[in-house]
């Protein structure tokens, strides 16, 4: 009983020490745009996005009762041109974590727990997205009956401009190394790729 004590406060104590060195390694890096595409890629290596679009699609089939259309979904799975989605992935995560949430994300993603967590979360979207787009309907429906209107009525001269929230952003946003230059980066960071 006292070895099997020894043992399991070894382990914990090995477990907490390898957490707290994890901790302290997260934000070691400088928060740039070259060390969060790095940081991207590697995310991106160790979690590849064609196992994470995979699990959705077959947890998307297992609703599906029509052989065919499951067929159907794994051949429109394999056309997809993942090196775009893992273009858009990257721009995303670059754009949106910094370099220690990102070193954060790789570190959880490692263990066994974040492993679980990454083969949990195709079933997750499967089941909460189709559920969340139809809540999301009737408002989008009424946005666009809304907009549209708006236009409608400004070709008639009704409205002398369109608000600024029915204006699209321009089409030719500047992409540099697949990373979208528009909101979320800083002019410093920009600069820097």
């Given at each position: 009983?006292?070895s099997?004590?020894?043992?399991v406060?070894?382990?914990?104590?090995?477990?907490?020490l390898?957490?707290?060195?994890?901790?302290?390694m997260?934000?070691?890096?400088?928060?740039?745009?070259?060390?969060?595409?790095?940081?991207?890629?590697?995310?991106?290596?160790?979690?590849?996005?064609?196992?994470?679009?995979?699990?959705?699609a077959?947890?998307?089939?297992?609703?599906?009762?029509?052989?065919?259309?499951?067929e159907?979904l794994?051949r429109?799975?394999?056309?997809?041109d993942?090196?775009?989605?893992r273009?858009?992935?990257r721009?995303?995560?670059?754009?949106?974590?910094?370099?220690?949430?990102?070193?954060f994300?790789?570190?959880?993603?490692?263990?066994?727990?974040?492993?679980?967590?990454?083969?949990?979360?195709g079933?997750?979207?499967?089941?909460?997205?189709?559920?969340?787009?139809e809540?999301?309907m009737?408002?989008m429906?009424?946005?666009?009956?809304f907009?549209?209107e708006q236009?409608?009525?400004?070709?008639?001269?009704e409205l002398?401009?369109?608000?600024?929230t029915?204006?699209?952003p321009?089409?030719?946003?500047?992409?540099?190394?697949?990373?979208?230059m528009?909101?979320?980066?800083?002019?410093a960071?920009?600069?820097?790729?």
């Amino acid at each position: 009983m006292a070895s099997r004590l020894v043992h399991v406060s070894l382990a914990l104590g090995t477990t907490l020490l390898i957490l707290c060195l994890n901790m302290t390694m997260v934000g070691a890096l400088k928060d740039t745009v070259k060390n969060r595409m790095k940081l991207a890629d590697q995310y991106i290596f160790e979690n590849p996005v064609e196992e994470n679009m995979e699990g959705m699609a077959r947890q998307h089939m297992l609703k599906m009762p029509d052989p065919k259309e499951r067929e159907q979904l794994m051949r429109n799975l394999e056309t997809l041109d993942m090196d775009h989605v893992r273009r858009i992935t990257r721009h995303a995560m670059v754009k949106h974590f910094t370099t220690e949430e990102l070193e954060f994300l790789i570190n959880m993603y490692s263990t066994s727990v974040g492993k679980s967590v990454m083969a949990k979360i195709g079933a997750y979207s499967a089941e909460l997205g189709p559920q969340i787009q139809e809540v999301m309907m009737p408002v989008m429906e009424s946005n666009v009956e809304f907009y549209q209107e708006q236009e409608r009525r400004a070709k008639r001269g009704e409205l002398n401009d369109l608000p600024e929230t029915i204006k699209l952003p321009p089409q030719s946003q500047k992409l540099k190394d697949g990373v979208y230059m528009g909101n979320g980066l800083s002019n410093a960071q920009r600069e820097e790729m």
